[in-house]
């Protein structure tokens, strides 16, 4: 089983949708759940952090976590063509807290249509 | 500009060569990390160093030998590397060696292995 996994997509959306991209982690030990956004040819970039249970919104983006079900998602509001990326999940502090480093699934390619 | 800065963008190398990558970070982290990107694969966490200390030596060959002569420098020294380590090599800052805000990443540098 993958510690991290997400749909490799790609996910098509059109403009002005709501983009949902889903993820599901292993360790139930895990404390710390982000989302990056990379853009083809570049490097990762945070957009979204997510420590307890619930919504967090900022923007257009919303994530929510699930720590009974070991799930996070991440909502993209307004969906525009530059939301188009490779969004990856990030967690941290697996085994209790004893894994010291993030661990990340293989992320969900957004193909936002115009 | 993330405050993570990555030498050089691009490096296309023989297998005989030998080359080092450079990483610097100017956000007053005192972790950082070395990632390898590889296609259809998650980001695999190479190296760990905590206050220039290496704490995490993800099972690299010894080809790749990572240097860290203080906290805001870190280098990649590559040598007889293989067809298969072409990769994008991101390298990574955090503030607290749990990371548990999140890493900042460099731009990366796409390497290409003849």
């Known amino acids: 089983q993958k510690e991290v996994e997400q749909n490799s997509g790609p996910l098509s959306v059109p403009e002005g949708a709501i983009a949902s991209l889903n993820c599901t982690y292993s360790?139930?030990?895990?404390?710390?759940f982000f989302w990056y956004r990379q853009y083809s040819g570049k490097s990762p970039e945070l957009i979204m952090s997510?420590?307890?249970?619930g919504d967090k919104e900022d923007g257009r983006f919303t994530a929510q976590l699930n720590k009974a079900s070991q799930y996070v998602s991440l909502l993209i509001r307004d969906s525009q063509p530059s939301d188009s990326a490779t969004y990856l999940c990030?967690?941290?502090?697996?085994?209790?807290?004893?894994?010291?480093?993030?661990?990340f699934g293989t992320g969900t390619l957004l193909a936002v249509q115009p | 500009e993330t405050g993570v800065t990555q030498t050089p963008r691009h490096l296309v190398m023989g297998m005989t060569n030998k080359k080092s990558l450079k990483c610097e970070q100017h956000?007053?982290?005192?972790?950082m990390y070395w990632y390898k990107q590889s296609a259809k694969k998650p980001l695999e966490l190479m190296f760990v160093?905590?206050?220039?200390?290496?704490?995490e030596n993800n099972s690299v060959p010894s080809r790749f030998s990572p240097e860290c002569p203080n906290s805001s420098h870190l280098f990649l020294h590559l040598h007889t590397l293989q067809p298969e380590d072409s990769a994008l090599y991101l390298c990574?800052?955090?503030?607290?060696?749990?990371?548990?805000?999140?890493?900042?990443f460099g731009s990366g540098t796409r390497l290409t292995v003849v």
């Open positions: 990574a800052s955090s503030q607290g060696y749990r990371g548990s805000n999140g890493y900042t």
């Open positions: 360790d139930r030990g895990s404390q710390s």
């Open positions: 997510i420590y307890s249970n």
């Open positions: 990030a967690v941290w502090g697996g085994r209790g807290g004893a894994t010291n480093k993030l661990i």
């Open positions: 956000l007053g982290h005192n972790a």
């Open positions: 160093y905590n206050f220039k200390e290496q704490t």
